[in-house]
């Protein structure tokens, strides 16, 4: 058999996995092509009103995009990719395995068989509007979001559509992390919503292995977190008693912090910045350290309209911290976004900081510092409680 047709091998033992249902993925991988930060290529099928759908999902370094196409859309797509852009791929079926591998003009295809595995759900719209589709979980149950049917309890719609919202922004900054099975370190986890769904959601439906640490002061929430994290067989799983800044962190590839209270939040980078996460990402919540000084602290008159009503001088103290948050992750070599990551119909606080790390400084430090100066006399600020932390 020469070589192009090793490609078309697989093309048609995909095409045949498709037709009879038996498809689990394709994956292509080992890109040397000239989209920027492309990682794989997952191709799965959806059944749609329009019918049934080659589902592309293209993994770039920090988000997913997806497009569907019609077979003979899809072949082309993937016989184009594999002859030129993709050096290898993975076939996976409930019956079979095929590995594809392609040097230069060498191409090499081999089949394994496997035994007991399920194809998944083709249901678009399921998939589509929750990556956590499935409700009959131990976990759902003990956190009182289903009841004893299974289903969603009436009162807990809200807190279901935003977890499954937290593990679609979560989900792809963590498919972006390097080592194959990454350190998620998640300080003062409360319940540790976030780190079931999370789990769940990448150990049962993306298959990437982690490791998940919540960090919680309180003990009954902790001996809850654990007891359900082994009723659930979820071995990477653990919460840990204690304060966020008695917990050893290094090692962490991620640390997470949604509402942990003020300055806890500042904990948090703090240990992320200490251990040299790859990510670290904080939803604040109350903002009083700063809030405090700048209504003691008002140089002049000037800032006095913005700060005479109450709910304006709540605002402000939310934007100036935060924004104080993100100049001090810069300086800490992180590349930093703001943004809401639910609605504010939820809760108000529903800003997201979410810091990258690339070591490399944008800009220069010295212009960092001044501006963070500038800030904290404008607004009568002495100091921001993380740069006490980092020794500023
Ligand atoms: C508002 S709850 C949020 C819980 C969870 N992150 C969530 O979003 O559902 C804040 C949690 O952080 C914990 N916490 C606050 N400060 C902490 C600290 N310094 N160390 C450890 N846990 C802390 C509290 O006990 C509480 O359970």
Known sequence: MNAPDRIEELLSATRTAFSSGVLVQLKLGGYHGDEP???????????????????????????????????????????????????????????????????????????????????PSTDHNRAKNRPLSETGKPWL??????????????????????????????????????????????MGAGKGYLDFALYDYLATVARRPVRIIGVEMRDQLVADGNATARASEFDGLSFQPGAIMEFDASGADAVIALHACDTATDDAIFKGICAGASLIAVAPCCHKQIRRQMQAGQLDGRLEPLLRHGIFVERQAEMVTDTLRALLLELNGYKTRVFEFVSDAHTPKNNLIVAEKDGRMGRDREAVLKQITEIKTMFGIKQHYLEGLLGL
């Open 37 to 119: 930060e492309l990682k794989a290529v997952l191709v799965k099928k959806i059944s749609v009103k329009g019918g049934d759908k080659y589902s592309f999902t293209y993994r770039y370094k920090t988000r997913d995009t997806i497009k569907n196409f019609n077979e003979s859309e899809a072949l082309a797509l993937l016989r184009d990719g594999l002859r030129d852009e993709f050096r290898s791929a993975r076939l996976a079926t409930t019956d079979f395995d095929m590995m594809f591998e392609r040097n230069g003009a060498k191409m090499r295809l081999k089949r394994t068989e496997v035994e007991g595995r399920e194809a």
């Open 141 to 186: 149950k003990a956190l009182g979001i289903t009841g004893k049917t299974g289903a969603v309890r009436n009162d807990a719609q809200d807190k279901f559509r935003q977890i499954n919202k937290m593990v679609e922004i979560f989900a792809p900054l963590i498919a972006g992390l390097k080592p194959e099975k990454p350190l998620i370190v998640d």
